[in-house]
């Protein structure tokens, strides 16, 4: 299954195969920092909004694609916020990988994870820093980067296939 | 001189964003005047702006959140970036904590915090990035000087010194003075105890929500470093 994860809320983008589209449908709420996800309702995000099982999602697909306007080099904040939303896709104990801390698995998937940047000024810097942060997010999901892209609008994103 | 200490963890209490700033305050003395903030939603009040308006230097201590800002914040800085308040050449500065040891796993997430700045027509001065935050959180009541904060500390104090003299600097990386496996093994005890208290049995904490918690096959196949 593919997972997109956008803050298009009339995304309607040509996607092959099986998927699931999360995108602004009602205000989404921002991440508490309660960890109830880990230590309370395991793999549930303890605030009852319609996006509180995205980490179930991630556990269910193959592949991850973000397409969101770039925030001076991440994602925008409906996408941050489901994704803040979403720490239970890995469980609270560390691990060590590659000689550094990250967290234990909790599903056995591996994503492949992808991002599709939108917006009119993304600087080099910001590419930079996006991508990074993706390579960081795939390091930490153990999962696989795959690849960052960029658009100059909106628009441009039109003929994009998922 | 006015320094605004932004607090953008969502907590409403027993931040390690909060002790961090603390630690902070207590560095710089009566050398400046502090504002201290709370930003804890997506939106920036009237009331935040006006204690905005009368710094000249902020410093946003945030959590590392998914190796980047939490949503939030970035909604809050989106809307700060359009002010046209802001003084020319405000001075920023950041402290990122993040829950993982290695203080340098929170660099992405500040360079955003300077790409911000680029936007927003401020100078980045160069920030603070801070492993160990689990541990950060627990020493509340302990000074800063003498506890496990003592290395943080250290590196607060020369950014207290840079921040007075409005300097800029590469970002610096610490994190708590005690060894990596301890905090690993501290950690692991910390989400028994709180899945305790919460009712649940240990082995809820790897509960998936697609299998019986009796498959437990997934975490029997990784195998991972020590
Ligand atoms: C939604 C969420 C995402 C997080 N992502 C990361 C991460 O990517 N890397 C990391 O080291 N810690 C991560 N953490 C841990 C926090 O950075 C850590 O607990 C921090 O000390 C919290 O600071 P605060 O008390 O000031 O909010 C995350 C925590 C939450 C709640």
């Known amino acids: 299954m593919k997972l997109i994860v956008t803050d298009i809320e009339d995304f309607d983008f040509k996607i092959e195969g099986e998927h699931k589209v999360i995108n602004p449908q009602g205000n989404i709420k921002h991440c508490i920092g309660c960890f109830g996800c880990w230590a309370k309702t395991p793999g549930e995000c303890v605030i009852h909004d319609g996006y509180e099982r995205t980490s179930l999602d991630m556990g269910l697909c193959d592949e991850m694609i973000i397409v969101s306007e770039c925030y001076y080099g991440t994602v925008s904040p409906f996408v941050k916020a489901a994704q803040d939303r979403a720490i239970s896709y890995v469980q609270g104990d560390f691990i060590i990988k590659n000689g550094e801390m990250h967290h234990k698995h909790r599903y056995p998937n591996t994503i492949k994870l992808s991002a599709h940047f939108y917006g009119e000024d993304i600087t080099e810097d910001e590419k930079k820093t996006a991508k990074d942060i993706i390579e960081g997010n795939a390091e930490n999901f153990h999962g696989e980067f795959n690849g960052v892209y960029f658009y100059k609008s909106k628009d441009e994103l039109k003929g994009l296939k998922l | ?226």
């Open chain 2, 1 to 226: 001189m006015t320094v605004a200490l932004i607090n953008a963890s969502p907590k409403v209490k027993g931040s390690s964003s909060g002790i961090l700033l603390n630690d902070l305050k207590e560095c710089l003395g009566n050398k400046v005047d502090v504002e201290e903030i709370c930003l804890r939603t997506s939106k920036i009040t009237a009331e935040i702006i006006e204690k905005l308006k009368k710094a000249d230097t902020w410093v946003v201590a945030f959590p590392l959140y998914v190796d980047s800002l939490p949503s939030h914040l970035l909604a809050c800085l989106k809307q700060l970036e359009k002010m046209t308040w802001k003084k020319p050449n405000l001075n920023i500065y950041g402290i990122a904590n993040c829950g993982f040891y290695e203080g340098n796993q929170a660099e992405p997430a500040l360079n955003v915090l300077k790409n911000w700045c680029a936007k927003a027509g401020c100078a980045y001065k160069g920030s603070l990035g801070i492993g160990g935050g689990g541990a950060i959180a627990v020493s509340g009541n302990m000074s800063g000087k003498n506890s496990l904060r003592a290395n943080i500390y250290k590196a607060m104090k020369k950014f207290a010194d840079r921040i007075v003299k409005k300097e800029g600097e590469a970002n610096k990386y610490a994190t708590v003075a005690f060894p990596r496996f301890i905090y690993k093994i501290a950690a692991q005890n910390s989400w028994r105890k709180m899945i305790k208290a919460n009712g649940g049995k240990t082995k809820d904490l790897n509960k998936r929500l697609d299998v019986e918690l009796t498959d437990t096959s997934v975490n029997k196949r990784i195998v991972y470093e020590q």
